[in-house]
């Protein structure tokens, strides 16, 4: 029961972290129009109450799972450890981004940092951060492209529906540019990641581990399509002002944001059920790895 609590609260975690600091990413960096903008910042503000929440709610969780008694050897080992790290950079990452206003550049850049600070959370728990730093910083660096998509992606869905096709056509046109770079980071971030957790001198017979992240790359790949076919096909029907192209692209964006969230669930499972250094993933050792 405290296993299904703690994948479910690391779905929402992810998913407010993905949120929040990923729409603050895409705020600074492209050329949204004004209404835009401001929905974005309803993401930011959204996604950082989400955070707040799953946040708290994960550490209570944990010090659950530790034993039946909350006592300070339990407190010690949810707050004074790297998942007491990671929680505490959630946090002061999602307050910062909730008391940052304004709208210009100092404003964006500014949310910008506080999402770094969140997403920083990553160098400090997970599969790759109890392999040792420099695996937690490629984990972050993976995680923040990610989060960046999503924002990306929250804004264009925003702007298919109530921008003119022109300045649509503008803001994907910059987005496509920009998105070379950082889905090639997330990408090379995630094969590093692969060949840092998964045993490869075990397949074929795989473990649960690697097999339940086989569905993850499956979904990454056809998210990974779909970002491939909005470039090279929908981006120059929306430059040759094709009406149907925008309509196109809105799906195909609800599409990838769909399967974004499948991969968040995913992402849960395998950080609460299964590890990637035991066949069987025993409870005691998942929590060691998590409070390491």
């Keep these: ?166 300045d649509l056509a503008a803001v994907v046109e910059h987005f496509s540019r920009k998105a070379v770079v950082v889905i090639g980071a997330l990408v090379l971030a995630g094969i590093v990641l692969i060949f840092v957790l998964v045993d490869f001198a075990r397949v074929p017979a795989l473990t649960p581990y690697a097999q339940v992240l086989i569905l993850k790359i499956a979904a990454a790949a056809l998210v990974l399509a779909l970002a491939t076919y909005n470039k090279f096909r929908l981006t120059p029907r929306l430059l040759a002002r094709e009406g149907a192209a925008t309509t196109a692209l809105r799906r195909s964006i609800v599409g990838e944001l769909t399967l974004v969230g499948v991969m968040t669930v995913i992402t849960a499972i395998l950080t609460t059920y299964l590890s990637p250094q035991r066949e069987e993933g025993p409870v005691d050792a998942r929590l060691q790895e998590e409070i390491r």
Aim: aromatic share 8%; with cysteine.
């Design 1 to 166: 029961m405290l296993e299904a609590a703690a994948a479910a609260t690391k779905a929402l975690l992810y998913a407010g972290l993905l949120s929040c600091a990923g729409a603050a990413f895409a705020n600074a960096t492209l050329r949204l129009s004004a209404d835009a903008a401001a929905f974005v910042a309803q993401v930011v503000r959204r996604g950082a109450l989400l955070t707040i929440c799953a946040a708290l709610t994960g550490a209570a969780v944990l010090a659950l799972r530790l034993g039946d008694e909350i006592d300070a050897t339990i407190l010690s080992a949810v707050f004074v450890s790297s998942a007491g790290a990671a929680t505490a950079l959630q946090l002061a990452g999602a307050v910062l981004l909730l008391t940052t206003t304004g709208m210009d550049a100092f404003a964006r850049t500014t949310q910008a940092f506080n999402a770094a600070v969140a997403m920083a959370s990553f160098a400090f728990t997970g599969h790759a951060a109890s392999v040792g730093l420099i695996e937690g910083l490629v984990a972050f660096v993976h995680a923040s492209a990610a989060a960046w998509w999503v924002g990306a992606l929250w804004a264009l869905r925003y702007e298919c529906a109530h921008s003119m096709q022109e």
